[in-house]
């Protein structure tokens, strides 16, 4: 078996295409925004990715049928402007090599079509539960901070501390020095406890005034509002902890 098998279903033409990665990562923050961009935009199936870098599994559908797992590459032709290449999937690479291989592969793919500017979607941990979360960013050049500064995003020269793992940084790093592309990468801040719609949607809102694309946000926005609530309850029942334990230290 070839390291990675790629499937075209179409090749259509392209007006220079801008590629939006969302994989699965941190509270799935890419991966929801991504998914809802592709479903609300009615983005078309492409380029199906296999790979042996991907878990040996298959996963199962609704109607109980099963399928490999796999990346996959949906395209939206554009009315107001450029066109998108939107990547979504499973999973992302199992270790550093199928990590890289994998982008690569992204990356031959999109430059295929025409793209020079990425934008990778993803969340931003900070471990402790978030009520209203920011976007960060980081970008490949100047010009594109301050582009992106633009739509509210924060660009800090100490967030995220721990740099950009996985997809999200290596399409930008690796188009960057090898392709000559830009990009930038949006990160929601979130806890990490759970899948984040509530960060995801703010990731959407910057997507959406950036490329003029009238996204419909009225379900990811009842969504985001589900998120407010368990968040309200998670805290109230830490504060009653809290005053339990205060209770205690009055005892003996």
């Known amino acids: 078996m070839e390291p990675i098998i790629v499937k075209y279903i179409e090749k259509p033409v392209l007006n220079d295409p801008v590629l939006i990665e969302g994989l699965p990562g941190v509270g799935n923050v890419g991966k929801i925004s991504a998914e809802y961009l592709k479903d609300k935009l009615n983005a078309k199936l492409f380029v199906e990715i296999y790979s042996k870098y991907l878990p040996p599994q298959v996963l199962m559908r609704g109607d109980g049928t099963l399928y490999l797992v796999k990346n996959e590459l949906y395209y939206y032709k554009n009315p107001e402007g450029r066109d998108l290449i939107i990547l979504v999937g499973d999973y992302q690479g199992m270790n550093a090599e199928g990590q890289y291989e994998l982008s690569y592969k992204v990356l031959e793919i999109a430059k295929e079509f025409g793209t020079k500017l990425i934008f990778t979607l993803g969340g931003y941990g900070t471990g402790n539960l978030v009520e209203e979360p920011r976007v960060f960013?980081?970008?490949?050049?100047?010009?594109?901070?301050?582009?992106?500064e633009k739509y509210g995003v924060y660009f800090s020269p100490n967030d995220p501390s721990g740099g950009i793992v996985g997809a999200a940084g290596l399409l930008l790093g690796l188009g960057s020095v090898v392709f000559g592309m830009r990009g930038v990468c949006l990160m929601g801040e979130t806890s990490g406890y759970f899948s984040d719609p509530k960060s995801a949607l703010q990731i959407l809102q910057v997507v959406d005034k950036y490329f003029n694309l009238n996204l419909d946000l009225e379900e990811i926005e009842l969504r985001s509002q589900e998120i407010t609530e368990i968040t309200s309850q998670i805290k109230e029942e830490q504060k009653e902890e809290e005053k339990k334990r205060e209770d205690l230290g009055y005892i003996g």
């Open 137 to 148: 960013g980081a970008a490949t050049d100047r010009e594109m901070v301050e582009d992106i």
